[in-house]
């Protein structure tokens, strides 16, 4: 009876098998982690031995994720050449659009300072207003999301959501969600990979030149000083 539960188990994932002892089932089996889906993302949690933890825990979701409230968004994902601290850090920062996004999204020559008002600031959680010209909320909750949220009147709200996620030594990837409650329509009249092709993947491009030569250069400064 054991011998066919374990068959029926192991045969559709080890193809051609026709028989797997207990012994070998050991070695072909894997480790159920903690799991749920939301907003069109897969949230898992790496420790199978906090299970009551992980169900207590609330997941980084921002408001404007919520097709209940009539928000729309798209996404992208990519992983980069490099480190989750400068990926953080480039993100936090607005003032390096119009230099990185020179004729995709900005204008050098439109480059001005952004002013900006510390909210709140915790251990877990930051937010930062900024004013003039370029007005927006920006949201830090540990440990990976990063959020610009705009209002553009008249009850019109956008933003974008990432989440920085560590992978490797100068290796980081980016989920970004870009979420807005009008103009929904063109969410089924604009195709995925046009918008990446002419937006999301020339901006991070324009990071990705920028910050992988910086952290070589910052690496060998650091190599000579020690």
Known sequence: M??????KVFAPIIPQAEAVTPQQSQRYCVTLLPSQE??????VWPDPQ???LAAAQPLPISPIIDASQGFVWSSVMRDLAYDWQTLVENVSDPSHVPFAYHGVQGNRKQ?????????KSTPELIEVQTTGAFSTQIIFQLPCRLEYQFSLGEGRQAGMVTYCIPIAPGRSRIVALFARNFAKGLQQVIPRWLEHMKNRNPVLDGDMILLHAQEK???QQTQHQS
């Open 38 to 43: 939301h907003s069109g993302l897969l949230w």
């Open 217 to 219: 250069q910052f690496r």
């Open 111 to 119: 480059a001005a300072p952004i002013p900006m008002e510390v909210l």
């Open 2 to 7: 054991v011998g066919n539960l374990i068959r």
């Open 50 to 52: 906090t299970r009551d």
